[in-house]
């Protein structure tokens, strides 16, 4: 679903046509900190995934989980792997509350539970996973979308990394004592995003949107959605679009306008070639 400036909302539905333009002389401005306007307007980079100012990206940092910025939260926390892709994994917490939402926004393909527990107790697991096992807290999103082309395409072996990281984790000692530890319960998302199916377990994407520019458009039939990730049809291919670059951007309708906006493409694209496409 993509909200709107004013609160109109258009789903994400796949076979739909997805189109939009960035209005000329448009210029990227600063989203601001924690529901609050940036008080200066500031102008940010059309690569940026925050587009936030510096000033309101450390108010936003302030308060925040993720950054280690609080210690407090009351709330129980859950640790997981989650799996994006052959050798890709990482382990990561999030609110108990939240359910598998986070695991849907990170684009994870699969993922299983490791415990719960108190925030603090659950960030100590993660760094007692992180190194022991060798697996990362956080996967950019450009290797995430290096490796959707070569899912494997049954369950089972998309699930297989982590079936083993999870028996690895549970064997190790020194698990906090208020940290529960739970069984291994495999969740694919894989027909969630719309990433299983073909000979190679996906739509193969050609290359990603690098930013937008002022005057450009895309247009595509949405293949896939993958957390932030959509999966457009171009007529030069399937090419990612991350939608955390189109805040900040006046954007207006576009119909059948060819997509003229930055691309890189993506390791062995066949006539491919970074630039605007």
Known sequence: MLTWVGGRRSALVRGRRVAFGVAEGGVRTCVGARRHACPARAGVSGRSTGA????CARLDRAHSVAADTIADDPRPYRVYLAWFGP??????ITAYERGAARLLEQGAVCFSWLG???LMAARRTEELLRAALGVPDRVPYAQKRAVRAGLPGSVRERAAEITELHARAVALGGWPESLTPAPFRGADHAGVFGLEGGEDGGP???GEVTELVAGGAVGGELVAVAGPDLHLATERGVVVLDTRLMTGWDLVSAEGEPC???LRAFEGAAGVQDGLF
């Open 260 to 262: 003229a906006v930055p």
């Open 87 to 92: 050798g890709l994994v990482k382990v990561g």
């Open 204 to 206: 193969v994407a050609v």
């Open 116 to 118: 719960h527990g108190p």
């Open 52 to 55: 936030r100012c510096e000033e």
